[in-house]
């Protein structure tokens, strides 16, 4: 199985901070990457696919860029509905593995 | 508008059989892939599997030879069972289409 790596597990930051996430898989997946952004109860949310294009209705303060064995996920202003956990996923291949996640808490 | 809604018994037992359906509102499941995702609680995601439409499905290996995953045309809509379940895969299981359409979950118990 291709392992995703997530880090940092979690971090704090304020409302307006620029926010970068990285994601490492354990071997090159091209960019069959996904990011989503999930809130307590609720289903996960595609922000963006093939490593940085958005999805349709996501603002564009998330941007995602990588590609083989590097991405990462960059909120440039924090807005109050950030807070969350955000998950990267490999599409390369099955199984189609997550990262652990990282939650955005506030400062 | 595609729209998913899952539905199955919530508590089961040790060794009994988990059954899902996934109706899928606004798309033909005769196209596209659909998925069934899981997510214990208070951890990660992990893929269950997922069937396309061909009606070929791929499991996750680490659920071994307990899962299949069917797709009814007739109902529009597709089901997920995993058989000799434990405390384990006590989780919200979840369906998808394409991972960009999503149910809203639902919690699955395993407990004696």
């Known amino acids: 199985d291709i392992q995703m790596t997530q880090s940092p597990p979690s971090l704090s930051a304020s409302v307006g901070d620029r926010v970068t996430i990285a994601c490492r898989a354990s071997?090159?997946?091209?960019?069959?990457l996904n990011w989503y952004q999930q809130k307590p109860g609720k289903a996960p949310k595609l922000l963006i696919y093939?490593?940085?294009t958005l999805q349709s209705g996501v603002p564009s303060s998330f941007s995602g860029s990588g590609s083989e064995t590097h991405f990462t996920l960059t909120i440039s202003s924090l807005r109050p509905e950030d807070f969350a956990t955000y998950y990267c996923q490999q599409t390369y291949t099955t199984p189609r593995t997550f990262g652990q996640g990282t939650t955005v808490e506030i400062k | 508008q595609v729209r998913l809604q899952e539905w199955g018994a919530g508590l089961l037992k040790p060794s009994e059989t988990l059954s899902l359906t996934c109706a899928v509102f606004g798309e033909s499941v005769s196209g596209y892939s659909w998925t069934w995702i899981r997510q214990p609680p208070g951890r990660g995601l992990e893929w269950i599997g997922e069937i396309n439409h061909s009606g070929r499905a791929t499991y996750n290996p680490s659920l071994k030879s307990r899962v299949t995953i069917s797709v009814d045309t007739s109902k529009n809509q597709f089901s997920l069972k995993l058989y000799s379940v434990t405390a384990a895969d006590t989780a919200v299981y979840s369906c998808?289409?394409?991972?960009?359409?999503w149910g809203q979950g639902t919690l699955v118990t395993v407990s004696s």
């Open positions: 998808a289409r394409d991972f960009t359409y």
């Open positions: 093939t490593a940085s």
């Open positions: 071997q090159s997946i091209s960019t069959y």
